[in-house]
């Protein structure tokens, strides 16, 4: 059972209810597709300019969770002919936060949840490879 934290992005706080996510975490669908079993350990919400997204990452990691994943919100948007694509997301420095939760935290970083963009692979970022 892999135990997951999910970090969202405050501005879409109050538009979406994260549906999607917890659809694709239950079914292991779209960014969660390569775990056998899975479980939510919690959310937690960055707010920016994401300079707490460390401390809420910690939290989650001290709550149970196995890996973190960022919202594919953060770094994708939907366009008019309703599928996501790659860039003018919410957070314009999604990479950069994905680095510092594995390095400072301790603890895998994955960029994507629901509606990966087409041809887009999670991108992982582990506490062993993050580069400073
Ligand atoms: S990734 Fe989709 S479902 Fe998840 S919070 Fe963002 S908009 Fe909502």
């Given amino acids: ?14 538009s ?5 996510c917890f659809t694709c975490l239950q ?6 597709s390569g775990y056998e079993h899975t479980t939510l350990t919690g959310v937690m919400t960055c707010h920016c300019p994401g300079d707490d997204v460390v401390a809420k990452a ?14 594919t919100c953060l770094f994708s948007k939907r366009t008019e002919g309703k599928a996501w694509s790659l ?12 680095r510092r939760i594995a ?6 970083c994955i960029k994507g949840s ?3 963009p087409k041809g887009y692979t999670p991108e992982t970022f582990s506490p062993a490879t ?3």
Avoid: S, Y
């Fill in 1 to 14: 059972m892999t135990k997951i934290g999910i970090i969202r992005c405050d501005n879409n706080l109050d």
């Fill in 16 to 20: 979406c209810p994260m549906t999607g």
């Fill in 27 to 32: 079914d292991k669908k779209q960014g969660f």
């Fill in 58 to 71: 910690k939290i989650l990691k001290a709550k149970g969770a196995d890996v973190i994943h960022l919202c």
């Fill in 87 to 98: 860039g003018n997301g919410f957070c314009n420095h999604a990479d950069e936060m994905a």
């Fill in 103 to 108: 390095q400072e935290a301790g603890i895998t």
């Fill in 114 to 116: 629901a509606h990966l």
């Fill in 130 to 132: 993050a580069q400073a």
